[in-house]
């Protein structure tokens, strides 16, 4: 019997919150959850992948329904061991940056540094595991941004990128997102607390 969550109308991160809480009541099943925009859908599906759990989306009008399938423990633990042979490449270090500039003062001078600063992330071993933009940080992860080649060169060797989806909402940027994906404040909240190492710019 697949077990229904009703996420609608639930502002962020309620609907990520709301699957994690059903997903950890189970041993192993399936469950649809019920959302109505795309930055709950883009979560929730965030959230399945992290948690190595196969997942589809389908729509219903204007309800997407993200369906999740838990299986036996033994698959995440497989997927672990593949996991722990891979090379080192990477600190446990989330840097968090919420601004496009550096620092305070001139402007001009702190889009220049938060540049510079990115730029030498693709330069300098191990790679952080995450970066997390939010409030006008999100700007830099849209089209446009100087940074962009330089963040896609840190996707591309595993880094992960994440924008705040309220943040980008709120700027009328989310359809110009271009690198990384997109999370919520439950997510920016477990990476901080989780990571070894948090920096914030």
Known sequence: MVKEIDARE???????????????????????VIVDNEVAKENVSKLSKSMNLEYSVSRDNENFIINIVKGEKEEVKEKEDIDICKPNLFKDTTIAINSDKMGEGNDELGKILIKGFIYSLTESLPYPSTLVF????????????????????????GVEILSC?????????????????????YTIVEKIKNSTNTITI
Not at 10 to 32: F, N, R
């Open 10 to 32: 639930q502002a962020c991160p309620k609907p990520v919150i709301m699957t994690k809480k059903a997903l950890e009541s189970m041993d192993k099943g399936e469950i649809d």
């Open 134 to 157: 939010y409030n006008n940080g999100v700007k830099l992860t849209v089209e446009g941004s100087e940074c962009l080649e330089d963040l896609k060169t840190l996707e591309e060797a």
């Open 165 to 185: 989806g309220t943040c980008l909402d709120y700027n009328n940027i989310a359809d110009k997102l271009s690198v990384g994906g997109v999370t919520n404040m």
